[in-house]
């Protein structure tokens, strides 16, 4: 039953019918329909967003002379990751007869954006899309946002398209198709977002575009909260993190990374010695009955095995907390009674509780927790000890939210469409390229 009551889900969150498009109401996981595969695009390959291994790879691939290679990936990852080259004859100390090479083998084409929302609290949503692997597939489209603040402006990947588990409270989950993104993927996210923001060394930014004061990037942040679970599909995670907080390129700290994770236990400590990022968990129950029912992995990971996991986390100190996300579901988690129990389980990890206003979509069987009870639930995790921030829905109106990433181009339009129709919020709904 698509249309689930939320009476029924409020009293009895066990009960809760299971939304039409769920195919195994109790399955853990979704058959992912796609498997990862590498990005080969029919045409020239893209060399933007490759690992450092990859690049030298693709030089000998074209006769570049192995006691050259060092120097020749030097000179691209600097053109390509610092200064967002988007033409090789831009790389004015690369000698004219490799560059021909290069551009007869290669392109540095950028995923392309399909469309772009501008919210009215100036978040942006692109919906990417990725070039085709072949026959069978017209390339996937996944998206991707980004959030200005005062003091920071931070970048929600995905790394996924859609993602493989259920959580029920998630539009993302509702998502048939899966495939891991590739490393390069991943990183082009951030390439593509430094194009549309102006953030390359002399481009401009784009009109109203919020300028960080202290001359610092306008993408200082990247949490991968977009669509996916980047734990089960890690070795690209890594990869793409390792590109991205390279110092002679995107130069992005790892600390100012944070990889959030709906409880893949056995991937935790990996994620910690292998790309060393700030740890972000997917908490949003205190007992396993209902958190089974919202993170249905949970079966799987329960609650007292993923708080182990946290506290093993490589890195942890206070200076290094884990962040616990917490969405606030009305009559389902946010009781006095919860947020007790809460503090009670995360005693002696060094954590701040993140508390997420549920973000509505179409046919989300839940309400958002109403403001006083959210106030009440914080101030009782504030009392003892824990920051609770009420993280701000940002870009509600373009359903670039937590949890409302769905990448459907016909979909967005139609809404993008009704949203202009009732004139609320389509401000800056803008169609670019060829959307299908
Ligand atoms: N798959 C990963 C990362 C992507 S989801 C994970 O689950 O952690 C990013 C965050 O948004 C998660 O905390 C997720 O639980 C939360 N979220 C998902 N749907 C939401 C919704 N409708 N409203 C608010 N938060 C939501
Ligand atoms: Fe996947 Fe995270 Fe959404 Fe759960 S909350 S369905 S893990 S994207």
Known sequence: MATASLDIAQHSPRATPI?????????????????????????????????????KARLAQIGVPERELKMRVGQLWHWINLRGAQTFDAMSNVCKGLRQALADAYTLYRPTVASEQVSKDGTRKWLLRMPS????????????????EVDRGTLCVSSQVGCTLTCSFCHTGTQRLVRNLTAQEIVAQLIVARDRLGDWPGAMPPDGAFVPSDGGRFVSNIVFMGMGEPLYNLDNVVAAIRVMSDNEGLSLSRRRITVSTSGVVPQIERLGAEANTMLAISLHAVRDDLRDELVPLNRKYPIAQLLEACRAYP??????????????????????????ELVRLLRGIPAKINLIPFNPWPGARYQCSDWERIE???????????????????????????????????????????MLEAGIGAEG??????EA
Do not use: W
Request: contains cysteine.
């Open 19 to 55: 939304a039409a498009e769920r195919t195994q109401p109790m399955a853990i996981e979704k058959v992912a329909e796609v498997q990862a595969h590498a990005s080969a695009a029919p045409g020239k390959p893209s060399l933007a967003g490759l690992t450092r291994d990859e690049l």
């Open 133 to 148: 692997t072949g026959p069978l597939d017209k390339g996937a489209e996944i998206e991707c946002v980004y959030i200005p």
């Open 315 to 340: 890195g942890l100190s206070n200076a290094r907390r884990i962040t616990f996300e917490y969405v606030m579901l009305k009559g389902v988690n946010d009781s006095d009674a919860d947020a007790r």
């Open 376 to 418: 009440r639930f914080s101030e009782i995790v504030f009392r003892a000890g824990y920051a609770s921030p009420v993280r701000t829905p940002r870009g509600r109106d373009i359903l670039a939210a937590c949890g409302q990433l769905k990448s459907e181009t016909e979909k967005l339009r139609a809404r993008a469409r009704l």
């Open 429 to 434: 709904v803008y169609a670019l390229g060829d």
